[in-house]
């Protein structure tokens, strides 16, 4: 079983801002979502069953006429969310959400999202935050529409698109871009074809790259530096009334991350790795686990503690994991033992090698688990094949056998093979003689003068 890193969710602005304590408890509510170029995630009116924070794709509020037309509103990418009109406490969308740009997004349930706005502060600052950003880009949005030529308007797409994607690469068509902008087809291919002959942009077959940032920033109109001003502002306000990481200008280059940044990371390195952590206390109880751990135990963290793990354990293992328990506690060096876990409701068994060492206190055990169910399964699917190999070797003398030059066993009936030589050159097949058997490789009831000859 393979765990992902839950925390690629925190590359999406909103969820990096909120505190690691209260984020480690939304993000068992947090899955990911897969978006494609056009899919629509929600229609004006929908009920708003979950909220979506987009990290490697964007989504367009985009209003429609009754003829078919359509224009949009606001772009939402890594910096927002989907579903922030929770924040106002309504519970719909007014407009039609759709996908611009394919990529990732992670859902999370909407009743868990508004009780995390009554218990996270940092959270309803952001939500409401974001709002007043939505606000910006669409009133820009009418003077845009109706003073900019395309190709100022479609600048202005590609770039805010980069920076909501922090990707050079757009997926995207010419038919969403198109609609997007409320312009014919035609008028977006010409326009992306004067930006490619300028070199600014690579255009293929549903993705455009962006070769030059310079050149579309040099022919973009007013309205992207005005957007991208207030929104760096917003959040900079937000940002001091909290702990939140800044903004990416226009002009930005990278920078060294502050200590505090530096210190989450390593937080985050700890809570969301793809194998299990584990704390537990002198008498064996649970007291810390990430979320790994958590699923492997198939446990909501906020109520994993004091839990015996003996309780996880499969009953035939509790013997041989209290007495590895024991040694550690005792304060002899690193050890590991495998185990097997109880299936439950929303997994089946498995087996994990744990490797425990005592904290510099000697109060607490901490246990790492890793999943070794596919090794195991492998390993015994290869002692049954050899085994297999072996019993056909007893039962069936009059076959000739050779030898590869890993030493794996091969056979092949004498009557089929006319001239086994050709098989047998070196650096191929070895042929194998009985008498290079071990006495132990046929039945063990057979007497040395019994044995067969091949």
């Known amino acids: 079983m393979n ?6 969710a925190r590359q999406n602005r909103i969820l990096a801002g909120i505190p690691l304590s209260d984020y480690a408890r939304m993000a068992e509510h947090l899955k990911p979502v897969d978006w494609v170029s056009g899919q629509v995630v929600c229609e004006p009116g929908d009920a708003l069953d979950f909220v979506y924070f987009p990290t490697s794709c964007t989504a367009s509020l985009v209003s429609n006429t009754q003829d078919g037309d359509s224009s949009e509103l606001a772009m939402i990418g890594r910096d927002g969310m989907v579903g922030v009109s929770l924040a106002l406490g309504s519970t719909s969308m007014n407009h039609r959400v759709m996908v611009q740009c394919s990529g990732r997004s992670y859902r999370m349930p909407t009743h868990v999202f508004v009780e995390e706005l009554s218990r996270c502060s940092a959270l309803q600052q952001l939500a409401l935050c974001y709002v ?13 529409i109706g003073h900019h030529s395309v ?8 770039l805010t698109n980069q920076d909501a994607l922090d990707s050079d690469q757009l997926r995207v068509t010419h038919e969403m871009i198109s609609n997007m902008l409320g312009v014919r087809r035609e008028s977006v291919t010409q326009a992306l074809g004067k930006l490619q002959a300028a070199g600014h942009v690579a255009s293929g077959r549903g993705k455009i790259a962006i070769l030059d940032r310079g050149g579309l920033t040099s022919g973009v109109c007013e309205c992207f530096s005005l957007v991208n001003a207030e929104t760096s502002r917003l959040f900079e306000h937000v940002g001091r009334m909290g702990d939140l990481p800044p903004v990416r200008s226009v002009d930005d280059g990278c920078s060294e991350p502050e200590d505090g940044t530096l210190l989450q990371k390593y937080q985050d390195a700890y809570d969301f790795a793809p194998v299990g952590f584990v704390s537990l206390n002198a008498q064996g109880q649970v007291v810390q686990t990430n979320l790994a751990g958590a699923i492997m135990l198939d446990i909501q963290r906020s109520q994993s503690r004091a839990k015996p793990f003996q309780n996880f354990i499969q009953l035939s293992d509790q013997p041989r994991f209290a007495d590895f328990l024991e040694e550690v506690l005792s304060g002899k060096c690193r050890r590991h033992c495998e185990i097997t ?19 510099d206190e000697g109060q607490e055990c901490q246990l790492v ?4 169910t596919q090794e195991k399964r492998e390993a015994a699917q290869k002692l049954a094949r050899e085994r297999e190999q072996q019993e056909m070797l007893v039962k069936q003398p009059y076959m000739v056998w050779f030898k590869d030059p890993e030493g ?4 092949a009936n004498a009557n089929l093979i006319d001239n086994w030589h050709q098989l047998a050159q070196p650096g191929r097949l070895e042929k194998v003689d009985a008498q290079s058997m071990p006495w132990n490789f046929f039945d063990r009831s057979s007497q040395p003068s019994a044995r067969p000859e091949l």
């Open 408 to 411: 794996h066993l091969i056979s």
């Open 369 to 372: 688990l890793i999943d070794v």
């Open 151 to 158: 190709i100022e308007r479609l600048c202005y797409w590609l």
């Open 3 to 8: 765990y992902p890193f839950v925390d690629s």
């Open 341 to 359: 876990l109880c299936g439950t409701d929303h997994r089946a068994e498995i087996m994990v090698r744990i490797e425990a060492t005592l904290d």
């Open 132 to 144: 007043q950003v939505l606000i910006t880009q669409m009133s820009q949005s009418i003077v845009c």
